[in-house]
């Protein structure tokens, strides 16, 4: 089974040599997404002192982000919202941040019966407290009429 490798500017560039997505068969694989800017890469709710240090961040404003970065990928993929069937999302701080996640999640979620699963992890490679690996089932590839 052959797949295609998707990229896209309307989402943040990753940060290392792999693409936002994978297409195998009528499936969409989506490397980490997280809630980096495109084009700018900033962080929306992070706030450092003097000497660039992270010293607070505003998870509400990540969740958002990363989830219009989903959509991105997804859009960019040929996929939609609603073809999202597993949601792998790691949150840096589960203690602190999961009850308002849970409350976004179900409101940008509604409508999509996509398995979850959310783990609680010490960090991510950049400095980021959300981030969401996704799979969608597609419908098949069309062919065009001969």
Known sequence: MSS?????DAAPQPVGA?????RVGDLL????VGPRQPGSNAIPGNVHDADGQLVAYDIEAQCRQAFA????VLEASGA???DLVDVTVFLTDMARDFATYNRLYAEHFAGVDACRTTVGIHSLPTPIAIELKCIAALPAKKTPPA
């Open 18 to 22: 792999y693409p936002h997505a994978q």
């Open 4 to 8: 295609t490798g998707i990229r896209t």
């Open 69 to 72: 970065n989903v959509r991105a």
């Open 80 to 82: 939609q919202w609603t």
């Open 29 to 32: 694989f989506l490397s980490g």
